[in-house]
């Protein structure tokens, strides 16, 4: 039986209903890591970063550095602690979690509503409204806790013109390796424990206003030794998709289990990048090192029967180990990186739709049998 519902198509949630918290894209994603100069410089060079903003001994900040960096519309903050007390919080997460995503910070119209609507529907508040000034203007921040210690921070910047935020400096090197293509997030995953989906899909529900879009439950996302459950939720204009995934009865570790061990929690799994030339953009990410999940000859050798025309070269797919999936409204061209940090935590997708508004489900097995492979190296299976 397939579980691929569309439950309810999210532009439509809010007819004659007022939004309660409008939503006008994903802010910037704030990562917490052992050592943000390397890290920036890992995603300038192999991910086509450019260099927007910095945050550091050098502009009066004695607490933390950070560097901010933007593709596309997406962008990127990467923090490490100072040897400060303000910063006691930061040092933990690293030590708990290795580097991972802290915040998942949105873009609103008004950041004291959005705290104050959704701590109204019980959230926990992390950040009470407060405006940040420089001479550029203002922005006003407000957060509230989500699964595991990750956060999102609502940001309002209508009146701001500097290039992030106030406490940043532009920064600009000379070191600009180009872009590889990256356009906006197309989703992003948070991995929860055994029996806490639907907790989590209920707080983006109850809390945020978002809805259930797509169910995947074990039938749809297992194999013989690992299994998911996976909850799509999209709010109310459809730009911001969350998935929510558990881990499954398997005969084995999955790799959702493998995630809450290393990343001792729930945390965020994945960011799927958009790309509208996935061919040039993984050829890009391959020459500058990037590594992705294999997938076996055998998946092309089904391809065409499974997916039917598409306008790419089957060979050239199969030489980048790009995996397709078509659904009712078109198809959609996805790979998945390996971990990139030392735990076998959080990776990217990289993924272009073409009229395709689902997940590749027909990937899943493919992709699960890949995975553990991967976990068989590293003795986690
Ligand atoms: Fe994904």
Redesign the pocket.
Known sequence: MSTDIIAKKPEKIFEGAEDFLPLLGTDYVEFYVGNCKQAAYYYQTAWGFQPLAYAGLETGVRHKTSYVLRQGKVTLVLTSPLPHPKSAHITEHIARHGDGVKTIALWVEDAEKAWQETTARGAKSYLEPQVLRDEHGEVVVSGIHTYGDTVHVFVERSNYKGVFMPGYEPWTPDYRPPEVGFKYI??M?GNVHLGEMNKWAKFYEQVMGFTNIITFDDKDISTEYTALMSKVMANGNGRIKF?INEPAKGKKKSQIEEYLEFYQGAGCQ?I?LATDNIIDTVTELRRRGVEFLTIPDTYYELLPERVGQIDEDIETLKKLRILVDRDDEGYLL?I?TKPVQDRPTFFY?I?QRKGAKS??KGNFKALFISIELEQKRRGTL
Do not use: R, T
């Open positions: 197309d989703h995953v998935p994945h799927a996805q998945f997708e993924i997940f590749g």
